[in-house]
């Protein structure tokens, strides 16, 4: 266990609405995560779990609390700061590809590393080197309506990586993919997760990859039901 964690979270509320609409998501969450590990987070659907991992990325603001990212305060820094802390520092797989429909693959992949200054051409390189990686390298200049849901998945996957992030975070990765692709997906997840200055929080219910995991946690009513790391994790224990 490390002495510094990736990933410090303390008090986090989330609520929706206000007066008779509001609605607590989460309800004060304590967590933190190690370096060099693979977390997922696992839970009935509206536990709070793409709430947790949304506000950890930097992408929604908490009601209460504070969320620090290897020791950055983040929601400390300001709009402006926490969006280039993101650029630089946070890859989010969304369930949704968000893919721009007017670049091809190789482009959409190099998007983030375009944001942070990177010249367009060393930019797409880069994003058709990650797309090889994953193995859909001749998917690169095809644009989205020209692929699967499956191929878009994985230019997403690709998009997230392509800037090298120390916190990655994903939302249901292997949901649109073959067991297959989705085992690779993982394998490459997995690779990035073990290295000391990385951290990866994976919301999954594909019990397919639970083997990969380092740590469980589980999420029941916007609360943290459980939570360990067991040295191997059987596929059926976990299905949610």
């Known amino acids: ?7 410090s979270v303390r008090g ?22 190690d370096p060099g590990e693979l977390t ?16 950890i990325a930097g992408i929604l603001y908490p009601s209460e609390g504070s969320v620090s990212v290897f020791d950055t305060p983040i929601y400390g820094l300001g709009e402006n ?7 630089n520092n946070i890859g989010f797989i969304f369930q949704q590809y968000n ?5 091809t693959a190789a482009e959409n992949a190099s998007v983030p590393l375009v944001a942070a200054g990177v010249a367009r051409i060393e930019a797409v390189n880069r994003g058709r080197q990650i797309l090889e990686q994953l193995n859909i390298g001749e998917l690169a200049n095809r644009l989205p309506r020209q ?4 191929q878009q998945q994985r230019v997403a996957i690709a998009r997230a990586l392509v800037h090298d992030p120390r916190l990655i975070v994903c939302d249901e990765p292997t949901a649109a993919l073959d067991a297959s ?21 994976i919301v999954t219910h594909d019990n397919r990859v639970f083997d990969l995991a380092d740590r469980i ?5 916007g609360r943290i039901s459980g939570d360990r790391r067991p040295d191997k994790i059987k596929p059926m224990e976990l299905v949610h």
């Open 99 to 103: 893919l721009i429909p007017t670049l």
């Open 40 to 55: 997922y987070l696992v839970g009935e659907s509206g536990s709070g779990k793409t709430t947790l991992i949304s506000i």
């Open 181 to 201: 692709s989705g085992r690779r997906v993982m394998d490459l997840l997995s690779a990035v997760a073990i290295q000391s200055d990385r951290a990866v929080i």
């Open 12 to 33: 986090i509320v989330k609520d929706f609405g206000s007066g008779e609409t509001r609605v607590r998501a989460l309800h004060g969450i304590d967590l933190d995560i």
């Open 81 to 87: 700061g926490l969006v280039t802390f993101r650029l």
């Open 1 to 7: 266990m490390s002495a510094h964690p990736a990933i």
């Open 147 to 150: 692929m699967s849901g499956g």
């Open 217 to 221: 946690i589980e999420m029941e009513d």
